[in-house]
């Protein structure tokens, strides 16, 4: 029995080495060193009201709301004198895809009431299957009125925030705002792992059910970056519409792929 136990043990610690030792290269990266709108080879945007009754309006090529400067991309969230809000949401959907390894986004977020700034990813197949049959990482989400709180999140078809079976983790740290931090995941076909400044705070791993569990086998997923105001989500502890102008700074964007376990 006892021998059974230390090899329990052992094969336990060997699956932690190996997590541990999991093999990364980069290749593909945004480092901002340059001014103006993004680099229009690795970005596309997104325009409107897209998503989750938000109040802002994505822009398109509008350097109010989206600009390189200063070594940063920054995404800026404002009120014109007629009340109309605007924002910034880039993407990567037929520019740059992957399938697993690890992405790096160096970011410092705003902050406020009705504030929801996220750096997430979405299955390429979304068009076809739709969400969240397509699968959705959420590497970083912050909504204003946890402010102490950031959160990584997955939703599946089977486990999802409509339905309240979402599944996910909290890191706290005190004013989150207030400098850079680095947000990452690490996606391999079993598990995906997701930190803040290198501490692992949230994992899930493949259950076996089925694609409708984990949609994140051999599936492409693309980058998004936003910064959102209001919504289903980010209004649900009320608004200040005195916080204008808003903005995330984004220092890097970085992938690395996945070469072994």
């Not at 009201?49 to 969230?77: M, P, S």
């Not at 740059?96 to 996220?118: C, D, M, N, Q, S």
């Amino acid at each position: 029995m006892r021998s059974l136990v230390f090899l329990f043990f052992g094969l336990a610690l060997l699956a932690c080495e190996q997590k541990e030792h999991a093999s990364y290269l980069m290749t593909w990266s945004d480092e901002f060193n340059y001014q103006g709108l993004p680099d229009s080879t690795k970005w596309n945007y997104e325009e409107g009201f897209v998503r989750n009754n938000e109040l802002q309006y994505y822009t398109v090529k509008d350097l109010n709301n989206v600009a390189v400067r200063d070594g940063h991309l920054a995404i800026q969230l404002r009120k014109d004198s007629a009340g109309n809000i605007t924002s910034g949401s880039l993407h990567t959907l037929g520019k740059f895809e992957f399938t697993y390894g690890k992405v790096e986004i160096r970011a410092k977020i705003p902050h406020g009431l009705g504030t929801w700034p996220a750096l997430w990813t979405l299955g390429t197949n979304i068009k076809e299957v739709g969400w969240p049959k397509c699968g959705e990482i959420d590497i970083m989400e912050f909504v204003g009125y946890m402010p102490d709180t950031i959160h990584g999140t997955v939703h599946t078809q089977n486990y999802n925030h409509t339905t309240k079976t979402d599944r996910g983790g909290h890191f706290y740290m005190h004013a989150p705002w207030e400098d850079f931090h680095v947000y990452s995941m690490e996606w391999s076909p079993e598990e995906i792992r997701i930190f803040v400044d290198n501490q692992q705070y949230f994992s899930i791993s493949d259950d076996g059910s089925g694609e409708d569990s984990w949609p994140f086998k051999n599936q492409a997923h693309y980058l998004l970056l936003n910064l959102a105001f209001g919504g289903s989500w980010g209004a649900q502890q009320g608004l200040d519409y005195s916080i204008f102008p808003q903005e995330m700074l984004i220092d890097y964007v970085r992938y690395y792929q996945l070469q072994s376990l």
